[in-house]
């Protein structure tokens, strides 16, 4: 079969249908080595909504370049999210020792093109590729069509992160370089109630989480979960203005707009879960999270009000609650977050893969990546071995 590949510069022009039939291909068809089979951040929804409310665009350095592969009928049968970038903002995969080094050595860094959901740190499919018997040369041809690109747009590298293993294989096979780095999720062990996770945790990392709890929620709040339709413009509000306040002490300048999350609202509702914290009547911190169909995904919170333990309540205690209730198997909370441990999350390794032009540079990465993969591997090994739950002397 012969294969055609595309650049489009928006979602604009991708049908919705045509993107997600590729994105999303749900429990009928999985990909190989799928995480999840309906990851909400590679969806058109979600997507399209980065871009038409402005947070995704050539202004803010974040240029699409989609990639898609259509076959002999013209019908997608594969595409990649992909960017133009003119800085290194927003990824969680960091690269600006590569960037300074590349400057001082007379390089030009910049631009640069990135596969990925912007401002997402969460795993997921990347090369956007249904089962079949011709994925393989479909993703292939991605791949040659992103080196493409990269080679007309005078761009340094290629950097396509957070992958799961399907994607994995994929790059390498084709020369990027492997780079890995670590998160802390939870994991459901078939817990039918918060109880049920709290017995596996030694007595006394038991107690000291229920303190918390209790000690969070002591000076009269209250915990809503809110989705779907539930969702209204008040709660975007009243998110919002959270999410403001936590991103400008954080990053100085919050990547996301309040036309994005109304957006989010009116195109998957149903696929996102607000945790809202309320004090005599009045709503003072959230987190928002989106559903999968195996995970629960967290993302942004923030507060208007300071409480202690408020922060581990609505963003790992109730989402794990939330998980158990709707049988979800894991839980990821983001990037970061040694602190995480303590809850019951454990310690995993997140991918990606990075293609470089200039060979100097790139055996300069590799050495560094090598080094650098040793010495995650080894702290990941480390971190298992602190988690709380119980071992055999305990109790």
């Known amino acids: ?139 292939g041809h991605l791949i040659a069509g992103l080196r493409a690109v990269r080679d007309q747009t005078n761009a340094s590298s290629i950097h396509a992160t957070f992958l799961q293993q399907t994607d994995i294989e994929a790059f390498a096979s084709n020369g990027f370089l492997r780079r890995d780095d670590q998160q802390f999720h939870w994991f459901n062990e078939g817990y039918k109630t918060f109880e049920d996770f709290l017995s596996a945790l030694a007595s006394r990392k038991r107690k000291a989480i229920r303190r918390e709890r209790r000690e969070a929620l002591a000076p009269g709040i209250t915990i809503e979960w809110v989705t779907g339709a539930a969702i209204t413009e008040a709660h975007w509000d009243a998110f919002f203005a959270f999410y403001m306040d936590t991103g400008s002490r954080k990053w100085g300048r919050p990547y996301l707009n309040r036309r994005f999350f109304s957006l989010i609202g009116e195109r998957m509702a149903e696929r996102v879960l607000l945790v809202l914290a309320k004090r005599e009547g009045r709503t003072i911190a959230g ?91 080894e702290a990941v090994d480390e971190l298992s071995s602190a988690t709380p739950f119980r071992h055999r002397e305990d109790d």
């Open 1 to 139: 079969m012969t294969f055609q590949v595309k650049i489009a510069q928006g979602l604009k022009a991708v049908p919705a249908a045509s993107w997600d039939a590729c994105a999303l291909p749900g429990n009928a068809s999985p990909r190989p080595g799928d995480d999840d089979p309906h990851n909400p951040f590679v969806s058109h929804a979600f997507l399209s909504a980065l871009e038409d409310s402005g947070c995704v665009g050539s202004k803010t350095g974040w240029a699409p370049l989609h990639m898609l592969v259509e076959d002999e009928a013209g019908t997608l049968v594969g595409a990649a999210p992909c960017y133009l970038k003119s800085h290194s903002l927003g990824e969680y995969v960091f690269d600006h020792a590569w960037a300074d080094a590349y400057a001082r050595a007379g390089g030009r860094y910049y631009p640069k093109l990135q596969v990925a959901v912007p401002f997402t740190p969460v795993t997921g499919p990347r090369l956007l590729v249904p089962a079949g018997p011709q994925a393989q040369d479909i993703r």
């Open 287 to 377: 987190a928002i999270n989106f559903i999968g169909d195996r995970r629960l995904y967290g993302r942004n919170w923030g507060c208007i009000e300071d409480h202690p333990f408020l922060h581990f309540e609505v963003c790992y205690y109730q989402a794990i609650e939330f998980a158990i209730t709707q049988g979800l198997d894991r839980v990821e909370a983001g990037a970061q977050g040694e602190h995480k441990l303590a809850r019951g999350y454990r310690p995993v390794i997140t991918t990606s893969a990075h293609d470089i032009a200039d060979p100097g540079l790139r055996r300069a990465v590799k050495t560094y990546l090598e080094q650098e993969r040793l010495y995650v591997s």
